[in-house]
């Protein structure tokens, strides 16, 4: 069968930026077909999504060949690339609320994607418009059709953006991280609708994403890419079980996944990289430390490893190496109470008790009960985590325990203090402090990253500019970044980087209850698996107890000896780690485990 698409030799190069970043790319899909086009951020697989639609920008330099259906489209022109776009070839984007306009309702906008290849009266594409939003499931599709964007939810803005993709039922769909940002279960739904639609239309399916749970879920053949070139392509049995490549090798193994021993070193591909100029690193990816486990081998496991490029347990500011010793796992343990290690009960660090949160309603609404009589408990030295989809209450929670939200009822005793008294909540600031999402966006843009971790330690302590700057050094080097970036902006730093740099300002004042709220959610998962791991390190070196809030539950089992469900306000189970995973009673908790994409196939 001839391929559909035919890529071959693909360069896209910016010029003014002084960046290549697609190099001599070369693979092919079929009609009918799902390929995973797999990398890191950076590894020029959007770049190469955007080329073949012919969508960068004047800047942009493309040579080599883009074939599509045997017409080259390198090199064609702007008026026969738009007969192409949404009509032949249509694109899913990541982010729906970017992608979508914020001033037109979306059922404006699906129509007129669908008036510029046929050629219909306004109503008539209404029409089109309301019998595409059906059939992707939106509810009242004729009345929704009439809403603006930010009226729906992220998993309805993205069934919205599929209905446009596809009103003019395309050959070929480049799904650009259509689910990165969702929940679970919303991103079950999507997916099993794209599969659904493409096997009604016999469209063919490029799909550009990280994630090798749903590659394994819904792809025949992976393209892996690193820094802008091509390293591995075969069957995806093939790669997930046998990739020859070490980096596809190492980026395989750095996914969790529901048989790891949990707590373990996950494998992890260095974050430390060449620059997009230099030569494919084969000598630096065949470094003994990537290798990955065979069949049957142990991946290693114990307090004394490390995350990837960071230094052994230590204590810079006085605090005992292992000093959760004991009383980290909880294991056996009653809901709510950790044990010690010879079983005696732990006095718990924090206690919530029937916290509710309302916030009132709009015009015309009833007032939203986001937090609704939540109880639990976390016990020195513990990793507790907090599993729910989106608006389930997690981050609610998170303000409450941070002093940065009242709740209307209940209490948060911390070491011995209710905490949601007001008096109460600045002596506590120091000893509680939160991880964020978003590794670029919960830092200023406008600050060095120096300013930005000795900021805490302006406020709290009594440092010198002298003593704070050797903290912040010594703060960097403990999560594994050079001192020397002290003087950096964010936008200097990698993902991942930015990240440590958040986990370090956390750190500044030796908390002892680290809130990390979604912090590999947004990230790679290479440079997941090294922030995990960096966690895990830094709660067994210093002692630190965990509140791990996640929407995935393949995380959260790595990270976390109890688990809390939560459910529209809702705790609706919560108990050890085995048997939330093995065991649940909840049916929303076995509908969030059905829902997780995992990795059909182990490497070996």
């Excluded at 001839?2 to 190099?23: H, Q």
């Excluded at 550009?208 to 892996?224: E, L």
Aim: hydrophobic share 40%; net charge neutral.
């Amino acid at each position: 069968m001839n391929p559909l698409l035919e890529v071959s030799g693909l360069n896209v190069a910016f010029p003014g930026a002084g960046v290549r970043a697609v190099r001599d790319v070369s693979w092919q899909v079929g009609p009918g077909e799902t390929i995973g086009l797999v990398g890191e951020s950076g590894s020029g697989k959007s770049a190469t999504g955007l080329a073949v639609l012919g969508l960068h920008g004047p800047g942009a330099r493309i040579t080599g060949s883009i074939r599509f259906d045997g017409r080259e489209l390198v090199g064609a022109g702007e008026r026969e690339l738009r007969r192409i776009r949404g009509r032949r070839i249509s694109m899913i984007f990541q982010d729906a609320l970017d992608a979508l306009n914020p001033y037109r309702p979306v059922g404006a906008q699906i129509a007129e994607a669908y008036r510029l290849h046929h050629d219909v009266s306004p109503a008539a594409a209404r029409t089109r418009a309301v019998e595409l939003l059906e059939r992707v499931g939106i509810d009242r599709a004729g009345r929704r059709a009439k809403d603006y964007p930010h009226q729906f939810s992220g998993g309805m803005r993205q069934r919205v953006m599929i209905a446009a993709a596809l009103v003019n039922e395309p050959d070929l769909v480049i799904a650009d991280e259509p689910t990165t940002a969702l929940d679970a279960t919303v991103q079950a739904q999507v997916l099993r609708l794209l599969t659904e639609l493409q096997r009604e239309m016999g469209m063919a399916v490029v799909l550009v994403t990280h994630d090798f749970g749903v590659v394994s879920q819904m792809c025949s053949r992976v393209v892996v890419m690193y820094r802008g070139r091509v390293v591995e392509q075969g069957s995806a049995a093939e790669v997930l079980t046998a990739a020859r490549h070490p980096y596809a090798r190492a980026l395989v193994a750095s996914v969790p996944r529901m048989d790891d021993t949990p707590g373990s070193r996950l494998p992890t591909v260095p974050e430390t990289v060449a620059s997009l100029m230099g030569p494919l690193d084969e000598e630096a990816l065949s470094d003994p430390t990537l290798r990955v486990p065979s069949a049957g081998e142990a991946r290693s496991d114990g307090p004394e490893d490390t995350a990837a490029g960071v230094p052994g347990p230590r204590a810079p500011f006085g605090r005992s190496p292992g000093a959760a010793d004991g009383v980290g796992g909880a294991e056996g343990g009653a809901p709510g109470i950790g044990k010690g290690r010879a079983g005696e009960k732990t006095t718990p660090l924090l206690s919530a008790r029937d916290l509710t949160v309302t916030f009132p309603g709009r015009i015309g609404r009833a007032p939203l009960r986001a937090v609704d009589g939540v109880s639990f408990d976390i016990a020195p030295g513990e990793s507790f985590g907090l599993v729910g989809e989106s608006g389930s209450g997690k981050s609610t929670i998170s303000r409450v325990l941070l002093g940065l939200r009242r709740p209307d009822d209940g209490s948060v005793v911390f070491d011995g203090e209710d905490i949601t008294r007001p008096t109460r909540r600045r002596g506590r600031a120091p000893a509680i402090q939160m991880v964020f999402q978003d590794p670029y966006g919960s830092l200023n843009p406008d600050r060095r990253i120096g300013h930005t971790i000795g900021a805490p330690l302006a406020l709290h302590t009594d440092l010198s500019r002298t003593e704070r700057r050797e903290r912040v050094a010594a703060l960097l080097t403990e999560v594994g970044l050079d001192p020397a970036l002290a003087d950096a902006y964010p936008d200097e730093l990698s993902g991942g980087m930015r990240q440590r740099v958040g986990i370090a300002r956390a750190l500044a004042l030796e908390p002892r209850l680290l809130v990390a709220d979604e912090p590999v959610s947004a990230l790679d998962v290479s440079v997941q698996a090294q922030v995990l791991n960096l966690l895990t390190e830094l709660r067994r070196s210093r002692g630190l107890a965990m509140l791990f809030v996640s929407h995935d539950l393949t995380v959260v089992r790595h990270m976390c000896s109890r688990i809390a469900v939560l459910h529209q306000g809702r705790i609706v189970e919560v108990g050890e780690r085995d048997q939330i995973m093995e065991r649940p009673v909840s049916d929303h908790t076995r509908a969030l485990l059905d829902a997780m994409p995992a990795l059909a196939h182990h490497p070996v």
